[in-house]
Each structure stands twice: as C-alpha cells, then as structure tokens.
C-alpha cells in the first residue's frame, strides 16, 4: 500500500495549510487518519475519517481548526488546517486503517505514509 503525504512548509500562526495524501485503491473501503510527531514527542492520533466519508474524529487539541475529508474518486486524503499553532509544528503522516470504522487508535493502521513536516513560526 502506497501512501504519499504532501503540502507541508513553513507557516506563520494563524495561518492555513491544506495537507494532502494519495492513497491506492486497496485502501478505498479502509478508514484513513492523521497523526503527527512533534520532535522529541510520541506520535499522536490528529483526525480520522470512515471509509464512506460521513463520519469523522478529531483530537480535542485540533478540533474547531482542522478539516479531514476523502475523495475516493481521485483516491485522495485531505486534512485543511486552520488558525494554526506554534504547537501544531510536527511531521504529520497520513495512514490507511485495519478498519472501515474511525478510531483514534494507533494500533489500528497498518499502512503509514512518509510524512510531510508543518512548521508554525510564533
């Protein structure tokens, strides 16, 4: 399973990035979510998305700001980030799910894609 993340780059706060991940086609019926590792920090769970679209799960550090969305036509993960942070600087990665249901829960993805890293400058 290839996944691509892309979108990344330097940012003043409050500021936008609009992330994006192509994903195969193995992945279509597969929930998809974001996480992100900060340096020195564990990799922790940012937003997720059902295979279908519909439902959606945010960390409470992002919800309110960011978006995640899918086009499975175009085999394409989004996630917009809004009003961003200093303290939302991390490398985030793009990764396809065991399951077609949202979970927040790391174990559950299998498939991890490269990362593209979000600097926030204060």
């Known amino acids: 399973v290839q996944l691509q993340a892309s979108g990344g780059g330097l940012v003043q706060a409050g500021g936008s990035l609009r992330l994006s991940c192509s994903f195969g086609?193995?992945?279509?019926?597969?929930?998809l979510g974001w996480f992100r590792q900060a340096p020195g920090k564990e990799r922790e769970f940012v937003a997720t998305?059902?295979?279908?679209?519909?439902?959606?799960n945010y960390a409470d550090s992002v919800k309110g700001r960011f978006t995640i969305s899918r086009d499975n036509a175009a085999r394409t993960l989004y996630l917009q980030m809004n009003e961003l942070e200093p303290e939302d600087t991390a490398v985030y990665y793009c990764a396809v799910s065991l399951y077609s249901a949202p979970s927040s829960r790391r174990e559950y993805y299998r498939y991890w894609g490269q990362g593209t890293l979000v600097t926030v400058s204060s």
């Open positions: 086609r193995t992945s279509l019926n597969n929930a």
């Open positions: 998305i059902a295979w279908r679209g519909g439902d959606t």
